[in-house]
């Protein structure tokens, strides 16, 4: 597939997918969410060919959340309109975010608004030390609304409730002590660190890990009445699967398991 604000590269069975829009510093509007909505169609129906995605920003800065332009446009559109708008947003980030295969976030530069959602969606995300953040929607007027449902599983509402009001920058220290992002390093060693998660991925049983994404989805969404039985489910259908033995006989017969690259 071809796109006009995505660039899409494939390594073996790493997919990497660049934000390509650097003059805006890669914000974005109707057409790159439409384009990256597709874009994680298609890579999700590779799930076995790919075994990890790594998202990154061309240019300066990873991504400077919704265009501005486009968000100021809103006021000539119904009301309708701009719920479709949100809405098709919404489901951008939830098709990236329900990926059967580990997403990894490059942020570079920068990550504001809509930036640290697209790195919310994201399984694993390496920061360069100097990154900046920020939740500066309300200094636009607005609010990080269609990103709070991501966000907020991530960093819980205490840091949410200080970071959303203030519309503060923070630096990459701050949010790795928020659980945002799971790596800081100088931005020289970002690909060799995401190298290091892609190896443990590549060793790692690739249903294993769709069936453990959806596991901690479906447990954050459940009341604790079902959490017993939801989990005793999924780890009875693991244990029987083809992979699941594969892993285990593997492991008895200390070799590695077929799936390791
Ligand atoms: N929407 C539209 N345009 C944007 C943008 C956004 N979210 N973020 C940056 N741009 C544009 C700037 O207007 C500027 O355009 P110009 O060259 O025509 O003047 C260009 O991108 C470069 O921006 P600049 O601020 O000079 O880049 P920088 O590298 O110094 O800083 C950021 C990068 C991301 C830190 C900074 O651009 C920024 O903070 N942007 C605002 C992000 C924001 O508030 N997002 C929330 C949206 S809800």
């Given at each position: 597939m071809t796109y006009r604000y995505l660039l899409t590269r494939s390594d073996g069975p790493i997919e990497h997918l660049t934000l390509n829009?650097?003059?805006?510093?890669?914000a974005f509007n109707a057409d790159v969410i439409a384009e990256l909505t597709s874009w994680a169609a298609d890579v999700g129906a590779r799930a076995g060919a790919v075994r990890a995605v790594v998202i990154a920003g061309a240019g300066k800065v990873f991504c400077a959340g919704a265009d501005a332009a486009w968000l100021e446009?809103?006021?000539?559109?119904?009301q309708d309109d701009n719920v479709r708008d949100a809405t098709a947003t919404s489901q951008m980030f939830r098709a990236i975010d329900e990926l059967p295969m580990p997403v990894i976030g490059r942020v570079h530069g920068a990550a504001i608004g809509g930036g640290i959602g697209l790195a919310a969606v994201c399984d694993v995300v390496v920061a360069a030390e100097d990154a900046v953040f920020g939740f500066t929607e309300v200094k636009l007027g607005i609010i990080p609304a269609v990103i709070s449902q991501f966000v907020l599983p991530k960093i819980g509402p205490s840091a949410a409730r200080e970071l959303f009001v203030t519309g503060a920058r923070f630096p990459a220290a701050r949010a790795y002590k928020i659980d945002l992002v799971h790596a800081v390093v100088p931005e020289a060693d970002l690909d060799t660190t995401i190298g290091r998660y892609v190896t443990e991925i590549l060793a790692s049983g690739p249903e294993a890990i769709a069936a453990a994404k959806k596991l901690i989805r479906d447990v954050w969404a459940s009341r604790a009445g079902e959490v017993t039985a939801l989990t005793a489910q999924a780890l009875a259908s693991r244990r029987v699967s083809a992979e699941g033995q594969e892993g285990l006989r593997a492991f008895l017969e200390k070799r590695k398991p077929r799936w390791s690259a």
């Open positions: 829009r650097p003059d805006v510093r890669n446009q809103s006021a000539r559109y119904s």
